[in-house]
């Protein structure tokens, strides 16, 4: 008899995996930028395209990938301690979002395009306006607090390709209880289906 595993448990792995690729990704991108392409004025990022699919599924939780993304960046750029700050808390703007996901409003990904690309390129314009406030705020120079924005145009085009990509999988840019349950419910049509056709043989 197989094992089943709690929500809980699902939703810790599902995490795991999700922010896992997350770092592996993120610090091969990071590294390869910061080794042989120094002379290029714009930065990748993965973070705001995987926070925006785990923000979908997790609601709040995406805060984890979000941070962690953040700080692989900082980590593998070497970056200073009040970088890791900006960065880090500056990326939790992008929660602001969930409160538009909320209520089944993330279905409105699926049956509109322009929403769900809308979706993608707030997720990670919100990430850098926190960390241009955030070091605004932190005393930077103003041209430096633009920087967070203007070299980050290339992690807004991947959010938003990725967000349109995955809004066509099935289950991925979905809301995990709703997932579950659509799932459960399609089995248990199956099986009343095929107990059906068996008691009608």
């Not at 392409?37 to 599924?57: D, H, K, N, Q």
């Not at 750029?77 to 890791?84: F, K, R």
């Not at 120079?141 to 085009?157: E, K, M």
Request: glycine share 6%; proline share 1%.
């Amino acid at each position: 008899m197989k094992q089943q595993i709690s929500f809980r448990q699902y939703r810790a792995m599902d995490l795991t995996i999700f922010t896992a690729l997350l770092c592996l990704c993120e610090s091969l991108i990071t590294l390869g930028a910061t080794r042989w392409f120094t002379g290029e004025l714009y930065t990748l990022s993965i973070t705001p395209a995987v926070t925006a699919i785990v923000m979908v599924r997790w609601g709040g939780f995406a805060a984890i990938p979000a941070v962690l993304g953040a700080f692989v960046f900082c980590l593998v750029s070497g970056a200073t301690l009040p970088q890791y700050i900006i960065y880090c808390v500056g990326n939790l703007a992008a929660l602001v979002l969930t409160q538009v996901l909320c209520r089944d409003g993330w279905k409105r990904l699926h049956e509109n395009v322009l929403f769900s690309m809308l979706y993608g390129l707030l997720t990670a314009v919100l990430m850098q306006l926190g960390r241009f406030l955030l070091a605004l705020v932190m005393g930077n120079a103003l041209n430096v607090c633009v920087g967070f924005i203007a070299t980050d145009v290339l992690s807004t085009l991947f959010a938003v390709l990725i967000v349109w990509i995955t809004r066509r999988l099935d289950g991925v840019l979905e809301e995990q209880k709703h997932y579950l349950k659509r799932v459960a419910e399609e089995m248990e049509k199956e099986q009343q289906s095929a107990w059906s056709d068996d008691f009608g043989q």
